[in-house]
């Protein structure tokens, strides 16, 4: 008797190891399947931003393409007009002639330069025979230096005065060719005094410059 509960022990245990055994397999089998399921879910879901993301990347891109070819059009009826932009010759070396091109980069400087400047107003006031007598401004070159490149340029105004001296026909000019200028001038005071023969002539007025555009190619992680 005692002989068969030893032998029925024998096997219960056995049958428990057994058990416990295959239940640790089981265990493991969920979790190891959960897991995998959960990484195998998270690499569909990064795979499919990363998909979406390059759709969103070469749609960009054909539309950049796309204005990068209709501005290249542009540009070009742009630059190829009979008469440019302030009815000068675009083949013409007068003050008044130049591509379009050029009268835009001319109107506008990407950089702060104030003996630029200067010069341009001597040749202004040289070229319609009157006396100069000063030109004056401040240089503030140091103060732009860390203003040359902006992600939204706007204009700068560069303020100066000059005075000059000259007949009534030459003063008369000199304020006709500020106007007509293809830098923009805004004249903010105008002071005469004199008579005919001989006018002194006084202008307070400011022009711009505007810092260059920059682009920033950037990259982004994908998480």
Request: glycine share 6%.
């Amino acid at each position: 008797m005692a002989a068969a509960q030893s032998v029925k022990r024998t096997l219960i245990a056995k049958s428990n190891t057994q058990i416990v055994a295959v239940t640790s397999g089981a265990c493991f089998l969920v979790v190891f399947c959960i897991v995998a399921s959960i990484s195998l879910i998270s690499q569909f879901m990064y795979q499919n931003r990363i998909i979406a993301a390059d759709k969103l990347a070469l749609n960009t891109l054909k539309q950049d393409i796309q204005a990068a070819q209709g501005l290249e059009s542009s540009y070009k009826a742009f630059v190829g007009t009979s008469t440019n932009v302030i009815g000068g010759n675009p083949k013409g070396a007068g003050p008044q002639d130049g591509t379009n091109d050029k009268i835009i980069l001319d109107s506008l400087p990407s950089r702060y330069d104030y003996p630029a400047l200067a010069t341009s107003l001597e040749n202004i006031l040289t070229q319609q025979t009157v006396e100069i007598q000063s030109i004056t401004g401040t240089d503030d070159a140091a103060a732009q230096a860390g203003n040359q490149t902006s992600t939204e340029p706007q204009p700068q105004p560069m303020p100066f005065q000059v005075t000059a001296a000259g007949d009534y026909g030459s003063i008369q000019n000199v304020v006709s060719t500020f106007e007509r200028s293809v830098r923009p001038f805004q004249i903010q005071t105008l002071e005469l005094s004199g008579d005919q023969s001989k006018l002194n002539l006084t202008i307070g007025a400011q022009t711009y410059w505007q810092p260059a555009k920059s682009l920033t190619i950037r990259t982004q992680v994908i998480k």
